[in-house]
């Protein structure tokens, strides 16, 4: 190749996901060439420009995501082996999350969490479910969480964090520029920071004050589905339920609060409206399980 079209090829081997996300002019500037070497960098490969080059690198990017599933893998077998497999990767990747996490980092964000005079999570893509989760699960205890959809709200929201409140960034690849830079706008105005991310010495993982790690610890974007939510979703149970134990009297004070209200709408869709409900039969739950209800609703 010549020495643009070299360059190009480097910086497209080395690093092929930011080839994917950047446009035409940031690629140029980072590779020191023009705008029509790329172009033709594209040609040389057989492909019409730029846009067709980033579909064909996501495919090869996308083709290892799940490199146990065969089409051998036919028949009445597959599902049980196929069910196996998948069961498999989630064992794995909680034992590496098991490995990849301290007590102290895992202490050190319920204590914040703890003190925290508000609790405002930011996250979008496929991550967001499970900030969505944790979050809905913090307000059902009676802990000032909130959270926005749009990214453009969160990043308003970030604006406003002060000290003593606590900022957490939920993304598997840790680069998430959104995300990141809610975060950074929230360190900034003086909030504590803390991240859930797969991915170790990721721009989220640095800029943040405590990190707990969701294994892998290093993932590909487009390998996502691989990084299994499982190990996210039970890194935030572990948050949830050690704080919970830290607010026990709150805790379950809330629950006294919420419960019998909450109990007759899961009865009104268990029962037809047409139907009258023994109140004196009706089941109760008990107050005095913490868990109890929140593994339920």
């Given at each position: 190749?010549?020495?643009?079209?070299?360059?190009?090829?480097?910086?497209?081997?080395g690093?092929?996901?930011?080839?994917?996300?950047?446009?035409i002019?940031?690629?140029?500037?980072?590779?020191?060439?023009s705008?029509?070497?790329?172009?033709?960098?594209?040609?040389?490969?057989g492909?019409?420009?730029?846009?067709?080059?980033?579909?064909?690198?996501?495919?090869?990017?996308?083709?290892?995501?799940?490199?146990?599933?065969?089409?051998?893998?036919?028949?009445?077998?597959?599902?049980?082996?196929?069910?196996?497999?998948?069961?498999?990767?989630?064992v794995?990747?909680?034992?590496?999350?098991?490995?990849?996490?301290?007590?102290?980092?895992?202490?050190?964000?319920?204590?914040?969490?703890?003190?925290?005079?508000?609790?405002?999570?930011?996250?979008?893509?496929?991550?967001?479910?499970?900030a969505?989760?944790?979050?809905?699960?913090?307000?059902?205890?009676?802990?000032?969480?909130?959270?926005?959809?749009?990214?453009?709200?969160?990043?308003?929201?970030?604006?406003?964090?002060?000290?003593?409140?606590?900022?957490?960034?939920?993304?598997?690849?840790?680069?998430?520029?959104?995300?990141?830079?809610?975060?950074?706008?929230?360190?900034?105005?003086?909030?504590?920071?803390?991240?859930?991310?797969?991915?170790?010495?990721s721009?989220?993982?640095?800029?943040?004050?405590?990190?707990?790690?969701?294994?892998?610890?290093?993932?590909?974007?487009?390998?996502?589905?691989l990084?299994?939510?499982?190990?996210?979703?039970?890194?935030?149970?572990?948050?949830?339920?050690?704080?919970?134990?830290?607010?026990?009297?709150?805790?379950l004070?809330?629950?006294?609060?919420?419960?019998?209200?909450?109990?007759?709408?899961?009865?009104?869709?268990?029962?037809?409206?047409?139907?009258?409900?023994?109140?004196?039969r009706?089941?109760?739950?008990?107050?005095?399980?913490?868990?109890?209800?929140?593994?339920?609703?």
């Amino acid at each position: 190749m010549k020495h643009a079209q070299r360059r190009i090829a480097e910086a497209l081997v080395g690093d092929p996901e930011q080839f994917i996300t950047r446009p035409i002019s940031e690629l140029a500037k980072h590779c020191g060439v023009s705008t029509g070497s790329i172009v033709l960098f594209c040609r040389l490969l057989g492909l019409k420009g730029l846009p067709a080059l980033k579909i064909s690198l996501a495919r090869e990017l996308a083709a290892p995501v799940l490199p146990m599933f065969s089409n051998k893998i036919e028949g009445q077998g597959g599902a049980p082996l196929i069910l196996q497999r998948v069961f498999k990767e989630h064992v794995d990747s909680l034992q590496k999350t098991l490995k990849l996490n301290t007590g102290t980092a895992l202490n050190a964000a319920v204590a914040a969490l703890f003190k925290a005079k508000r609790i405002v999570l930011f996250s979008i893509g496929l991550s967001y479910p499970v900030a969505y989760s944790l979050y809905a699960r913090l307000r059902f205890i009676g802990v000032p969480a909130h959270i926005e959809y749009d990214s453009h709200l969160q990043l308003a929201a970030a604006a406003e964090m002060g000290k003593g409140d606590v900022a957490i960034g939920i993304s598997v690849s840790g680069a998430t520029s959104e995300t990141v830079e809610c975060v950074r706008v929230s360190k900034t105005h003086g909030a504590k920071t803390l991240c859930i991310t797969n991915s170790i010495n990721s721009p989220l993982a640095q800029i943040a004050d405590i990190r707990l790690y969701a294994a892998p610890s290093e993932v590909q974007y487009f390998q996502a589905p691989l990084a299994s939510r499982v190990t996210q979703l039970a890194l935030a149970d572990c948050l949830l339920v050690t704080l919970a134990q830290r607010l026990k009297r709150k805790v379950l004070a809330h629950f006294e609060r919420a419960e019998e209200h909450l109990l007759k709408r899961r009865l009104t869709r268990v029962y037809p409206a047409t139907q009258k409900l023994d109140r004196r039969r009706a089941p109760r739950a008990n107050p005095g399980t913490t868990s109890s209800y929140l593994r339920n609703v």
